[in-house]
């Protein structure tokens, strides 16, 4: 009598199981991961370079920098999910749906540049504990997480000596934000003369 409600539980589950994986993946493309949630507090991780000989260090130390603005860059990929505004940014965070759960813009940096160092801020939330976490990548390689609130506002800094491409990523716990990124710049290194 219990293996036939045991069996008849089983077959149910799993069609539920089933369907509850398959509906929210199927119709709009092909199946993605699903987005990671933001962490629970504020963190702010970035690596800083550090010079591996004297040479390097009295070479960083004889360089004069130039600055250049970020939106003076065409993106690579994702320049249709961002808007420019004079000199900032604005990244609207994803619909949430299967084909759409983060925002990503990469820009193709060349190796021109030492560093990316700008403001950010949540232009817009539904409330002021809806997290964003934008991570900056150098290279594929997580350089700098920052996740957000309303009303805070932190500064990005990233290394990027020898950096190919850089890549801006955003994950919202609403799809009613939004982040701007303001004073976005690309520190160039040229040698003095």
């Known amino acids: 009598m219990f293996a036939g409600i045991s069996t008849s539980v089983a077959i149910a589950a799993l069609v539920i199981a089933y369907f509850a994986w398959i509906r929210p993946h199927s119709p709009d493309g092909p199946a ?3 987005a990671a949630a933001p962490a629970p507090a504020a963190t702010t991780a970035a690596t800083t370079p550090h010079p591996t000989d004297a040479t390097t260090a009295t070479a960083a130390a004889t360089t004069a920098r130039q600055g250049v603005g970020l939106t003076a860059l ?12 004079g000199g900032e ?9 299967s084909n759409d759960r983060q925002r990503s813009v990469q820009y193709d940096v060349a190796g021109r540049y030492t560093a990316f160092t700008a403001n950010i801020a949540v232009a817009e939330a539904p409330d002021v504990d809806s997290q964003l976490q934008m ?25 990027l000596d020898g950096v190919s491409k850089m890549r801006i990523e955003l994950t919202c716990q609403s799809r009613l934000s939004e982040l701007t990124i303001t004073e976005p710049r690309l520190d160039k290194r040229e040698p003095t003369r």
């Open 135 to 159: 991570k900056i990548f150098a290279d594929d390689r997580q350089a700098a997480v920052h996740t957000l609130v309303k009303g805070k506002t932190e500064t990005a800094h990233v290394p």
């Open 89 to 97: 940014l604005a990244m609207p965070c994803a619909t949430g749906q």
């Open 32 to 34: 993605e991961p699903p």
């Open 74 to 85: 065409e993106p690579e990929i994702g320049g249709d999910k961002i808007r420019v505004t």
